[in-house]
């Protein structure tokens, strides 16, 4: 046994024991699929936004979505318009008279909504959630 771990790795390498990157990305295999984790029982919630927080975002309440609701405004996008983060951002909000959204929230739940999406396309579904349609705010995908 070695005395340093970095030699344990190292031996484990040699012996085919650890995955090696091949190439820039490396892909993740989770075991909940992305539609089960779109699916996921929640509800929107309602914050008051934290005094270190509101220097950035302003005071009032700040809205917590769900990936459910990230879908259902991507799909009210019309066919041959494009979207801009910002206003999917707003859209929800509205919804519920908040003053501000999670923004780091809203990318977790953009994401899933893809991988769900690539997902249902790679099964075969028809109807998919058209997430192409949602662009960064310099206007490209």
Avoid: C
């Avoid at 259902?72 to 983060?85: E, F, H, L, N």
Wanted: net charge positive; aromatic share 4%.
């Amino acid at each position: 046994m070695p005395a340093y771990p970095e030699a344990k790795r190292a031996t484990a390498a040699e012996e085919g024991h650890v995955a090696r990157m091949s190439g820039s990305k490396v892909q993740r295999k989770s075991k909940t699929s992305w539609r089960a984790k779109l699916h996921k029982p929640m509800l929107p919630k309602l914050v008051p936004v934290r005094d270190g927080m509101a220097r950035r975002v302003g005071h009032g309440m700040m809205l917590i979505p769900t990936a459910l609701e990230v879908d259902a405004m991507i799909r009210k996008i019309p066919r041959g318009q494009v979207s801009t983060r910002a206003q999917s951002r707003k859209r929800p909000v509205l919804w519920h008279n908040a003053d501000v959204n999670m923004s780091a929230g809203d990318g977790i739940f953009l994401r899933i909504v893809t991988e769900a999406a690539e997902e249902d396309w790679q099964a075969g579904r028809p109807e998919i959630t058209p997430y192409w349609r949602v662009v960064r705010d310099d206007g490209r995908g």
